[in-house]
Structures are given as C-alpha cells and as structure tokens.
C-alpha cells in the first residue's frame, strides 16, 4: 500500500518531468489478430465508481433509490463495508488501485490489484448464464462484441457487497450490463447498467472512464495481510452525498 | 477429537459441493463418439504453434501437497526446519495460510487445488478458486535481483520447445511449501516445467531452490487431469472464516485421550478402503489402514501413513476429522469406513 502510494507519487513527479516528451497524440486503437478490439493492459482506476456512484451519472440524473434502499444507504456506517474485512469489492465497484484486462478468444479476465487481490472471469465463448447460478462476490458474467464494443451481461451477484463507500445496496435482482469501449491506445469508456428491481424503481446507467497505464505494473495488495481498518473506522464515509444531508 | 474435527474447517471453505458446478460443455474440444471429452486427443495448440495449456485442471498430489519434502532423506532437512514442521503439525496447522486467508504463495503450483490457465502469448495467467491469480510474464522481462517480497513472488517464462519453463523468485517467507509445514526462505527460487502431453493432461516438475533451507536443490514431478465441462467455483475464505475461533487444541491432545482397543480387533480394520462413489473428484479416493501391534495407521491417498488413535472402539481420529470402521459382525473384518468431514461422512468400502 505504502510502495504504492510512493510509486503513485513517483509518476506524478516523473508526470510533470517529462510531459514535454509525451506524445501529443494516442495510438488508434490496438486490435487482435481476428480484428476485434484488444482491451488488454493496466487500466486505472475511476474515482467516480469509489466513493459514491453519484459521482459517475450523467449531471442532472439520479439514483432512482426505493425507499427502503434510500433509508438503508444513509444508515449504513464505513464499519460495515464488506471491504474493510478484505472481501471482494463486487461489481462495478473500484478502489483506487490499477486493474489489468486479459483478453483470450474465449475470455475476458479482469485482474484487480486491489482490495483483494483476485479476479473476475467474463465467458466469451458464447455460452448462456446457467439456469440457477450460485450467487458468489462477482457474478456470472457473459460477453459479446458488438461491433468495437465489448457488452458484458452479469447476474448471479450475492447481496453482501455494497457498491461503493457509500453503501448504496442491491439485492439478488441485479441485473448489470457493461459496455466497454476503447475508442484509442490509451482510453477505455464504459457505461454501466444497473438494473435491481428490488432497490431501484426503474434502470440507471454510470459512465466510467479509465486511462491506460504504460510503464508499470499490477503490485501485490493482500487485505488480509496486516488489516487494522474495522477499529479504526467510525461513523460514515464523508464523502458521498448522504453524510451532507 | 474435538480439536481435530475443527483443524479442518478450511478445507470446507476450500473444497466446494462439486455437485453444484455449472456443467457448461467447454466448447471446441475434441469429443468422442459419445460427446465425452477425448482426453487422449492430441495437444491443442496456439495460432503461433505453441503448446496451449489453456484450460481448468485437477492438480493430482496428495504426496507434496501434504509434504514437499516426502522424497528427501532425513538428514537433508536442517534441524531446526524439522523442528518447526513438527511444532507446526503439533498446532494443527492453525498457522497455515489457508485458516488466516492469506495467499498460499509458491504452495499454488503443488497443492492438490483446481487451477485455471489461461495463456496468451506474453502473459500467463494461473487462477485459484479462491479468486487468488498469479502472473507469469512471457514478455521476455528478467526476473528482478531485488525484488520487494511478495505472496505470489514473481514469475516468468519461456518456451523450451513444448515445455513451459517457469522461474520464479521474490517470495516473502511468510508462506508454507505443504500442509505440514516445510518452511522456506525469501531466497526461494523455483523453477517449473509445464508440458501438455496430450489433451487431458498436463505434467509438471517444479525444482526448489532455498540455499537458506534446504542444502541441495530437490524436483518433485506432479500430474494434473482437464477437468472438462466445468468451472471454477468462487470460495472466498474471508466470507465466513470462524477458523481461528475454533481452531484450538493440539495434535498430542488425541494421544491423551486415545482410548485402548484390543490388539486383534486392530488387526481385523486393516485393508485397503476406496470412496463410493467418487463424487466430484477425477480419481477416487483410497485410505490404506495397517496395523502395527498396539498401533493404527492410515494413509489417505498417498499422503504418508499417519497415526489414528481411538477414541471408542471404531471411531478414530488423526485423518481429516476422523475414522469410523463398520462393524456389522464383530467376528469378521468391518465392510466398509467413513472419513468424516465437516461436508458430511464419505463412505469408502473395503477392497481387501
């Protein structure tokens, strides 16, 4: 964590150093060999899919909260994010560590650096979602191109992980769809779904954006190692929406 | 007893209900005549004619997955590596990775786990079913002289002809090479040699370098099945982990508590017991029971014979969360055993 943050100081440094010798401008976008879109590499993380996914709408849209989600989210304190014991962030949900795409014909992986050092695994070989899926930490995902956008189709989630600081909650509903995008080398787009029947009153969509990463590497985050979060954490994450009102 | 039944709660959370696997057919295998995956079908390979071992496997290692060290003589084990390997089985293992959910580190590559290899030409990835992935570079980066120490190390490789070659380095020492507890040092250096012989199978020899431990280099060679038209099963250890709450008590506590058993009734439990049925596993399990004198022992696949005490006339404790010999007629041998575990008691029936 800390070699981490060092490094992240490091490029800010080297950034400001030598932005005069950054390309002015981005290659166009890499693709495999059969032609379609290659969205492999070290992406970093959205801030806006952190703290609050207020943060990643479009500006004048909000989260259409049923009124029990909407109670729920501004009583849950930072104590019981399922991430402050080191279980897995779900999905969409971001920390503010890097993750890396490996794209095979027949999968999508996304390998996440942090908080937990694990992965979630997207099926491209054109199989269905199984009829009754255990509901596990990342779901069951599905993916197809179409046209130079990977859409990604995923249910199966459990209902434990929160999906953001805030504690915005869903239920064994969700529904989410991913549409990635890399319109060059170094941009990755993406409009996220989410559809929950049981904690939302109608569909709403975030947008992220994350920027490749040259020159680095995934480094090892284990949560487990050394975690002293949970004594530490009192009251509510300040920064969402809800600690204001 | 007590103490025993509990030491195993890991294994529960790492060894998932198979019978709820998603049985998705993997597409693009060959098949034989009855859909069944050909397993003997030729070595797949990639667009660029390298050997693919792209898939999900069945590590088969019930020997080094219990001890690395099971071919080494005594005296190649420093003593005070022995020393802790014993205060560790005398703990039950409460100190291994499994019971604090931390990586297991170098023990992924010769555990008895399922793993998934996903290949593309500049990176490897190798996925754990505790969402644990490791990465080895094919980019033709080095290795670092310094690296910082890390659970998974670092690893790269390159292609031998058809075999995979694997180093890794920059280990921390906080991990386990086996259940029992053979330690290593942060000088570890291993080197694996992956090669798919056919469709359905996968062999691998890893050497282990650790100066620090182990005075010469040692190989062990494992086996790995495709487990086709399957999936990795998500089992998130910190999800409900009560281990530690539970994980009390010590291996000698058994010993204190054993309960005397005559000598010829010993006698008539010895036999070679198989599972029925296999369940999820590729290959059965077999429990081989000798008896010597005033003493049981078991041997669970292959992992090395282990004392088994008793704690009343046919149940036993020492092997997973303990033995129960079937006696219908306390004049001939039992007909069947079950090795109990916190999933449920699994049958095995005697084969001589």
């Given at each position: 964590?800390?070699?981490?943050?060092?490094?992240?100081?490091?490029?800010?440094?080297l950034?400001?150093?030598?932005?005069?010798?950054?390309?002015?401008?981005?290659k166009?976008?890499?693709?495999?060999?059969?032609?379609?879109?290659?969205?492999?590499?070290?992406?970093?993380?959205?801030?806006?899919?952190?703290?609050?996914?207020?943060?990643?709408?479009?500006?004048g849209?909000?989260?259409?909260?049923?009124?029990?989600?909407?109670?729920?989210?501004?009583?849950?304190?930072?104590?019981?994010?399922?991430?402050?014991?080191?279980?897995?962030?779900?999905?969409?949900?971001?920390?503010?560590?890097?993750?890396?795409?490996?794209?095979?014909?027949?999968?999508?992986?996304?390998?996440?650096?942090?908080n937990?050092?694990?992965?979630?695994?997207?099926?491209?070989d054109?199989?269905?979602?199984?009829?009754?899926?255990?509901?596990?930490?990342?779901?069951?995902?599905?993916?197809?191109?179409?046209?130079?956008?990977?859409?990604?189709?995923?249910?199966?989630?459990?209902?434990?992980?929160?999906?953001?600081?805030?504690?915005?909650?869903h239920?064994?509903?969700?529904?989410?769809?991913e549409?990635?995008?890399?319109?060059?080398?170094?941009?990755?787009?993406?409009?996220?779904?989410?559809?929950?029947?049981?904690?939302?009153?109608?569909?709403?969509?975030?947008?992220?954006?994350s920027?490749?990463?040259?020159?680095?590497?995934?480094?090892?985050?284990?949560?487990?190692?050394?975690?002293?979060?949970v004594?530490?954490?009192?009251?509510?994450?300040?920064?969402?929406?809800?600690?204001?009102? | 007893?007590?103490?025993?039944?509990?030491?195993?709660?890991?294994?529960?959370?790492?060894?998932?209900?198979?019978?709820?696997?998603?049985?998705?057919?993997?597409?693009?295998?060959?098949?034989?005549?009855?859909?069944?995956?050909?397993?003997?079908?030729?070595?797949?390979?990639?667009?660029?004619?390298?050997?693919?071992?792209?898939?999900?496997?069945?590590?088969?290692?019930?020997?080094?997955?219990?001890?690395?060290?099971?071919?080494?003589?005594?005296?190649?084990?420093?003593?005070?590596?022995?020393?802790?390997?014993?205060?560790?089985?005398?703990?039950?293992?409460?100190?291994?990775?499994?019971?604090?959910?931390?990586?297991?580190?170098?023990?992924?590559?010769t555990?008895?786990?399922?793993?998934?290899?996903?290949?593309?030409?500049?990176?490897?990835?190798?996925?754990?079913?505790?969402?644990?992935?490791?990465q080895?570079?094919?980019?033709?980066?080095?290795?670092?002289?310094?690296p910082?120490?890390?659970?998974?190390?670092?690893?790269?490789?390159?292609?031998d002809?058809?075999?995979?070659?694997?180093?890794?380095?920059?280990?921390?020492?906080?991990?386990?090479?086996?259940?029992?507890?053979?330690?290593?040092?942060?000088?570890?250096?291993?080197?694996?040699?992956?090669?798919?012989?056919?469709?359905?199978?996968l062999?691998?020899?890893?050497?282990?370098?650790?100066?620090?431990?182990?005075?010469?280099?040692?190989?062990?060679?494992?086996?790995?099945?495709?487990?086709?038209?399957?999936?990795?099963?998500?089992?998130?250890?910190?999800?409900?982990?009560?281990?530690?709450?539970?994980?009390?008590?010590?291996?000698?506590?058994?010993?204190?508590?054993?309960?005397?058993?005559?000598?010829?009734?010993?006698?008539?439990?010895?036999?070679?017991?198989?599972?029925?049925?296999?369940?999820?596993?590729?290959?059965?399990?077999?429990?081989?029971?000798?008896?010597?004198?005033?003493?049981?022992?078991?041997?669970?696949?292959?992992?090395?014979?282990?004392?088994?005490?008793?704690?009343?006339?046919s149940?036993?404790?020492?092997?997973?969360?303990?033995?129960?010999?079937?006696?219908?007629?306390?004049?001939?041998?039992?007909?069947?055993?079950?090795?109990?575990?916190?999933?449920?008691?699994?049958?095995?029936?005697?084969?001589?």
């Amino acid at each position: 964590m800390s070699k981490r943050l060092a490094v992240v100081i490091a490029f800010a440094v080297l950034a400001s150093v030598f932005a005069a010798g950054q390309p002015a401008k981005t290659k166009p976008t890499p693709r495999t060999a059969d032609g379609k879109v290659d969205f492999s590499g070290i992406w970093s993380a959205d801030p806006h899919f952190i703290s609050d996914i207020n943060d990643a709408l479009k500006p004048g849209e909000s989260i259409p909260l049923q009124p029990w989600a909407a109670k729920l989210v501004k009583e849950r304190l930072s104590k019981d994010d399922p991430t402050a014991v080191c279980l897995p962030a779900g999905v969409p949900r971001q920390v503010p560590h890097p993750w890396r795409i490996v794209q095979t014909p027949t999968h999508t992986f996304i390998l996440f650096e942090g908080n937990t050092h694990s992965y979630r695994q997207i099926f491209t070989d054109g199989r269905p979602h199984p009829e009754d899926p255990d509901p596990t930490w990342y779901g069951h995902s599905i993916g197809k191109m179409e046209g130079d956008t990977l859409v990604v189709d995923s249910v199966a989630f459990n209902e434990v992980f929160w999906f953001d600081f805030a504690g915005h909650p869903h239920t064994d509903k969700l529904h989410i769809v991913e549409r990635f995008r890399r319109p060059d080398s170094d941009h990755l787009n993406y409009d996220v779904t989410i559809d929950d029947p049981g904690a939302y009153t109608k569909a709403f969509t975030l947008y992220g954006h994350s920027k490749y990463m040259y020159g680095t590497e995934l480094f090892e985050y284990v949560c487990n190692e050394n975690n002293q979060d949970v004594e530490h954490l009192v009251g509510k994450d300040s920064r969402n929406k809800y600690s204001k009102q | 007893m007590k103490a025993a039944v509990l030491a195993i709660l890991s294994l529960a959370l790492t060894d998932p209900v198979r019978a709820q696997w998603l049985n998705y057919p993997t597409p693009g295998i060959p098949r034989t005549a009855d859909g069944k995956p050909n397993l003997a079908a030729p070595t797949p390979r990639t667009a660029d004619g390298k050997p693919d071992l792209t898939g999900v496997w069945n590590r088969i290692s019930p020997k080094y997955d219990a001890n690395i060290t099971a071919d080494l003589k005594p005296g190649d084990i420093p003593p005070w590596a022995q020393a802790l390997v014993e205060k560790r089985k005398e703990d039950l293992g409460k100190d291994h990775m499994a019971a604090h959910c931390l990586p297991f580190g170098p023990e992924y590559s010769t555990a008895q786990r399922y793993v998934k290899i996903v290949q593309t030409p500049t990176l490897i990835v190798m996925l754990d079913e505790d969402l644990t992935y490791r990465q080895i570079f094919l980019d033709g980066r080095p290795l670092e002289s310094d690296p910082q120490p890390a659970w998974m190390g670092y690893s790269v490789g390159h292609w031998d002809g058809d075999t995979l070659v694997v180093d890794s380095a920059g280990f921390n020492d906080k991990t386990w090479l086996d259940t029992q507890g053979h330690p290593h040092s942060e000088a570890l250096h291993t080197t694996e040699r992956y090669r798919r012989t056919d469709l359905g199978h996968l062999e691998m020899e890893t050497t282990i370098q650790d100066p620090k431990v182990y005075a010469k280099p040692f190989t062990v060679a494992i086996s790995s099945l495709l487990a086709p038209d399957t999936e990795l099963l998500e089992a998130v250890c910190n999800e409900n982990n009560k281990d530690l709450d539970h994980w009390v008590g010590r291996a000698s506590d058994d010993e204190k508590s054993e309960v005397k058993v005559p000598r010829e009734t010993l006698a008539k439990y010895a036999g070679t017991y198989v599972e029925q049925p296999k369940l999820w596993r590729t290959v059965a399990r077999t429990i081989v029971i000798t008896a010597e004198g005033d003493a049981l022992f078991g041997d669970l696949d292959g992992r090395g014979k282990t004392r088994i005490r008793a704690t009343s006339a046919s149940n036993f404790v020492g092997i997973q969360g303990g033995v129960e010999f079937v006696v219908k007629d306390p004049k001939t041998a039992p007909t069947d055993l079950f090795v109990k575990h916190v999933s449920g008691n699994y049958r095995f029936a005697r084969t001589k």
